[in-house]
Structure formats: C-alpha cells, structure tokens
C-alpha cells in the first residue's frame, strides 16, 4: 500500500508536467479530435498511422493505436471505465480491425482481444509487486475501472522482431531497473518506452536508486539512437527529439550533481538551482537516490 500511495502522488505531480507537454505537440499533430474525457491526436508516418490518446487520468496515462492498411494494434489500454469507452469508440469509427492489444505495464480493459507482452511482463503482472498495486487501485478507484483482462498473452522474447497489420514492431529491453519494461521500435520511426521523455523532475518509480542514473541515461541514448520521430510512453504521451536530447542532458547533470553531494538535501538545492523551471517534486527523487 505504500508502493501505491507514493505513485499516486507520484502522478498528481506526473499529470501537471504531462498535461504541459502534450499541448506542446499541437502543431505538429495531422489531425485533432475535440477533446471529451481524453484527447485524440493522429500523425501520418511512412506506411501507417499513429493515434495518440491522452487520457488525463490521474496517472495521465497514455494509449495509442497503430493503423495499418488492413487492421489495427493498440497498445496500453485505458484503465478507467470513461477512458476505455471513449478508447473504443474511436477504435470502432476507424473500422478496422484489432489485431493484438501489446501491453507493457498498463494492462486496461482489454478483454475481449488478443494480448501481446514483452518477455517477462506475463509473470510480472501476476506478481506481488504488481498485483499490490492494482489492488490498491481497486481500493482508491473502485468501479471507476475497469474490470481486467484475463486471457492469456503472447510473450515475445527481447531481441525480436514482430509484424502486426503491416508494420514491424522490433521488441528490446528498457531499462534495466524497469525489468521487465520494453523498449519497442514501431515500423522504424516511432519508439516506445515505458515513460516518455518529457521535460520534467523524474519520479523516483522510474529513477529510484543511484544505480537506475546509469540505466534510464543507456536506455534514453538507445532511443535516441535508434533515429525514431517521436518518441512514446505509457505516461507522458508523445514526444519529439528535442525533448530525449533535453532528458539525457538532465541526465547527466542528475548523475554529476549525486557525484558531488554528500546528501539528498544538498542535491535538491543542487538541481533546483541547475533547472529552476522545470516542474515536478525533487524531494522525492533526491531521497531515493540518497537510500
């Protein structure tokens, strides 16, 4: 219970970055649906589509559609009731069919179509770790969600590529402090990692030790290098460039201002001082890398 009150906190600051970000990518979506209870955003790519829902939850979680000639795949299906109907309204007005629903980490209301998982996330969602979790969600949300999915899911081993409706989807390892997270590269030009690299102070769920630095800053380089567009996320939605080149100059600076100071309060004066406008709470983070 206490993993899930520190992410719920966690996401009240996560929802006010996320929310600034997502508004940044106006101009350069192709389309824009008018916004209900989440917010709709399509991008052209070569060979398919990419529809981004924001869902402006209290995690402001992230779900996205890839639309191919022939069927569809979606990816991280909302976990609210009002955000899973409005999901699948828009799946419905594309009139095609949905061919996988990959899931790393946010296993929503997907319960009628086939699952796909990286390597790993099937037992880790059965875990304690993870079922602790949803289960505290349960107790906070109650029949605001969704009920969850209980077939059982392909799992595709890291290091591999997979081709849904057209597009190729190559399936690498995040971080490895989120173990058992993917890193997948969408037809070449759209990569996915468990959190977008969007401009803000890092959560301690996603940074929570001196040892995760060196890993979130191997895995955000790797992304970077892969030459995608944009980049995506279970939170935070969709980024650009920009944006993962500003995260591993964060990065580094995190890395030499834990080198420098003693403590966790001198560091969060330290990088207070180094991103005085960048929103998000450093305490937290500052105390788990001090532990």
Same mark, same amino acid.
């Given at each position: /219970?206490? &993993?899930?009150?520190?992410?719920?906190?966690?996401?009240?600051?996560?929802?006010?970055?996320?929310?600034?970000?997502?508004?940044?990518?106006?101009? !350069?979506?192709?389309?824009?649906?008018?916004?209900?209870?989440?917010?709709?955003?399509?991008? *052209?790519?070569?060979?398919?589509?990419?529809?981004?829902?924001?869902?402006?939850?209290? /995690?402001?979680?992230?779900?996205?559609?890839? =639309?191919?000639?022939?069927?569809?795949?979606?990816?991280?299906?909302?976990?609210?009731?009002?955000?899973?109907?409005?999901?699948? =309204?828009?799946?419905?007005?594309?009139?095609?069919?949905?061919?996988?629903?990959? !899931?790393?980490? @946010?296993?929503?209301?997907?319960?009628?179509?086939?699952?796909?998982?990286?390597?790993?996330?099937?037992?880790?969602?059965?875990?304690?770790?993870?079922?602790? /979790?949803?289960?505290?969600?349960?107790?906070?949300?109650?029949? $605001?969600?969704?009920?969850?999915?209980?077939?059982?899911?392909?799992?595709?081993?890291?290091?591999? !590529?997979?081709?849904?409706?057209?597009?190729?989807? &190559?399936?690498?390892?995040?971080?490895? $402090?989120?173990?058992?997270?993917? /890193?997948?590269?969408?037809?070449?030009?759209?990569?996915? $990692? @468990?959190?977008?690299?969007?401009?803000? @102070?890092?959560?301690?769920?996603?940074?929570?030790?001196?040892? #995760?630095?060196?890993?979130?800053? *191997? $895995?955000?380089? !790797?992304?970077?290098?892969?030459? #995608?567009?944009?980049?995506?996320?279970? @939170?935070?939605?969709?980024? *650009?460039? #920009?944006?993962?080149?500003?995260?591993?100059?964060?990065?580094?600076?995190?890395?030499?201002? &834990?080198? =420098?100071?003693?403590?966790?309060?001198?560091?969060?004066?330290?990088?207070?001082?180094?991103?005085?406008?960048?929103?998000?709470?450093?305490?937290?983070?500052?105390?788990?890398?001090?532990?």
């Amino acid at each position: /219970m206490k &993993r899930t009150i520190i992410m719920m906190a966690a996401a009240a600051i996560l929802a006010t970055g996320c929310k600034n970000n997502s508004n940044n990518q106006n101009d !350069t979506a192709m389309s824009t649906q008018k916004e209900s209870v989440g917010q709709f955003q399509a991008y *052209e790519l070569d060979g398919f589509k990419l529809h981004v829902y924001n869902s402006n939850d209290v /995690m402001y979680d992230a779900s996205y559609i890839i =639309e191919g000639r022939d069927g569809l795949v979606v990816m991280e299906y909302p976990l609210f009731k009002v955000n899973a109907a409005e999901f699948a =309204e828009y799946i419905k007005a594309l009139g095609k069919p949905v061919l996988t629903d990959i !899931t790393d980490y @946010h296993l929503g209301g997907s319960d009628t179509l086939p699952l796909t998982m990286p390597e790993g996330m099937p037992a880790f969602i059965e875990g304690p770790i993870y079922g602790g /979790m949803m289960k505290g969600f349960a107790e906070q949300f109650g029949e $605001t969600m969704v009920d969850l999915p209980t077939q059982k899911a392909a799992e595709v081993p890291f290091g591999s !590529t997979q081709q849904y409706a057209g597009v190729d989807f &190559r399936f690498d390892r995040g971080a490895s $402090t989120d173990f058992p997270g993917a /890193m997948i590269l969408i037809g070449g030009q759209v990569c996915y $990692t @468990h959190w977008a690299p969007y401009q803000m @102070h890092m959560s301690p769920l996603q940074m929570g030790s001196a040892a #995760a630095i060196d890993a979130e800053l *191997e $895995t955000t380089k !790797t992304s970077l290098a892969t030459g #995608a567009r944009y980049f995506i996320g279970g @939170h935070g939605g969709l980024v *650009e460039k #920009a944006a993962v080149e500003a995260r591993i100059a964060y990065l580094e600076k995190v890395k030499q201002i &834990r080198a =420098e100071c003693k403590n966790a309060a001198a560091f969060a004066d330290a990088l207070a001082k180094a991103y005085p406008d960048m929103p998000g709470d450093i305490a937290p983070l500052a105390e788990a890398l001090y532990k």
